[in-house]
Each structure stands twice: as C-alpha cells, then as structure tokens.
C-alpha cells in the first residue's frame, strides 16, 4: 500500500507563488512515477504535471507550463509541485497520484494511488 499526502495549498492572490509537496510513504518510492491533478468544483480531475520514477521524464499540460515546475527528492520521498504567476482559474484541491509506470503518465487512469489533496485558491 502506498500513501500519499499533500501539503503547501493556500489562499493567494494572482501572480503570487506556492510551492506544493506530495510526501510518499514508500521505501521503493523511487519504483514509482508521481503526478498532480486538480479538481475544481463541477469539474472533473485533470492532469496538470507528472514526473518519472527518475526524475529524468516530466510532462505537463499546455495550461501550466512555463508557470509549473515538477520536481522530486528521491531521498526524502517526496514530489513538489513550484507553481509560479498563479491565477484565478488555477483554483482548485490539487492531488498527487502514484503509478508502477516509470514514465511521466498522463492519464488519470494509469494512476494507481491518491492523496487527499490540498486547497489552492487564487484570488483575482
């Protein structure tokens, strides 16, 4: 069993920066690709980063790149999620996911593990 939990979600303005952490209890966290969805109320989960087992591989959707940064610290097992110029429509409970994939996946449903997620509001 792999569990997962997220922290660094705030109220912040737009422009503002926060930078979320997935903390992953596992001692073969490293066999594990990681990724952040986001929720937004009404709407379904969607995928914003992912990044693989190494860390050599990431991805990210076309809403969020140049302003996101996914990264992870094998030694500590945890995922961190930088996000820059954040605005209002970034709103949502983010979660991170683990998959047995070594890649960066995308799709909700090559992830076998969830956290409960942490709030992120962006004020206009």
């Known amino acids: 069993q792999v569990q997962l939990v997220e922290s660094g979600g705030g109220l912040v303005q737009a422009g503002d920066s926060l930078r979320l952490s997935c903390a992953v209890s596992?001692?073969?966290?490293?066999?594990?690709?990681i990724g952040w969805f986001r929720q937004a109320p009404g709407q379904e989960r969607e995928f914003v980063a992912g990044i693989s087992r190494g860390g050599g591989n990431t991805n990210y959707a076309e809403s969020v790149k140049g302003r996101f940064t996914i990264s992870r610290d094998n030694t500590v097992n945890t995922v961190y999620l930088q996000m820059n110029s954040l605005k209002p429509e970034d709103t949502a409970v983010y979660h991170c996911?683990?998959?047995?994939?070594?890649?960066?996946?995308?799709?909700?449903?090559?992830?076998?593990?969830w956290g409960q997620g942490t709030q992120v509001t962006v004020s206009s």
């Open positions: 596992r001692r073969t966290f490293s066999d594990y690709g």
């Open positions: 996911a683990a998959t047995q994939f070594w890649s960066a996946r995308t799709t909700r449903d090559d992830y076998d593990y």
